[in-house]
């Protein structure tokens, strides 16, 4: 079984400040790893996942995550956020073998003025 | 191309009760699964349905129950609802299962009095 870590559940920034959202994971098996944004009162919209590979994986919104094997970590960065960027992120693992979604318990990120 | 779509958005039961609920997946996709979002549990995976066959099933019980009809949309069915079943019911759609990129429907929010 796998399992995925987000170790704050809240990240405060100004805006135009980088940030970073932490992302760990846990599994006896090979895993893809996936970041969902979800704004309020909407669905998931995926931001980017890492299958193989590059380690940096860019996605939408100018976000970026760098997958790394020896840390068993998949952080979220952008080095510039906006107000719109408030939101809760999700971290995610899914086994190659599988297609089951297994998703942290969430960082809700609060860009401030 | 139309995005997931669900329904109800919005629903009210009382305990005891049975809902219905539907997802329809974005045209050509024919891999739907299911989570359940709660404040307490977070983001739970209900089950998977592929060809109208239910191929992944969560750790949730037989109350919960699914299917998928041939024009790949799906139904998920809850039974003598229970004040826990309170939460956001998101659908997510994919070409088939495994790495496709599950896209995420707005959510059927279930309210238990």
């Known amino acids: 079984a796998q399992s995925v870590t987000q170790l704050d559940s809240q990240v405060p920034v100004f805006e135009e400040a980088p940030v970073e959202l932490r992302c760990n994971y846990s599994?006896?098996?090979?895993?893809?790893l996936f970041w969902y944004v979800q704004y309020p009162n909407q669905g998931l919209q995926l931001l980017l996942k890492?299958?193989?590979?590059?380690?940096l994986v860019k996605g939408i919104n100018g976000f970026e995550a760098e997958f790394n094997k020896s840390q068993t970590s998949f952080h979220l960065r952008k080095p510039s956020v906006h107000i719109s960027d408030t939101a809760e992120y999700f971290c995610?693992?899914?086994?190659?073998?599988?297609?089951?979604?297994?998703f942290g318990e969430g960082t809700q990120l609060t860009v401030n003025p | 191309k139309a995005g997931v779509t669900q329904t109800p958005r919005y629903l009210i039961k009382t305990r005891g009760q049975q809902v219905t609920l539907s997802c329809s997946p974005i045209?050509?996709?024919?891999?739907v699964s299911w989570y359940q979002q709660t404040p307490g549990q977070g983001l739970q995976f209900l089950f998977e349905?592929?060809?109208?066959?239910?191929?992944n099933k969560g750790n949730f019980p037989g109350r919960f129950s699914g299917r998928q009809f041939s024009n790949s949309r799906s139904e998920m069915n809850v039974s003598t609802l229970e004040l826990g079943d309170s939460a956001l019911y998101l659908c997510?759609?994919?070409?088939?299962?495994?790495?496709?990129?599950?896209?995420f429907g707005p959510g059927t929010r279930l309210l238990v009095l």
């Open positions: 997510a759609s994919s070409l088939a299962p495994g790495v496709e990129t599950q896209y």
């Open positions: 599994s006896s098996v090979s895993v893809y």
């Open positions: 890492y299958l193989s590979g590059s380690t």
């Open positions: 995610a693992a899914m086994t190659t073998s599988g297609s089951r979604l297994t």
């Open positions: 045209s050509g996709h024919r891999s």
């Open positions: 349905y592929f060809s109208e066959t239910q191929r």
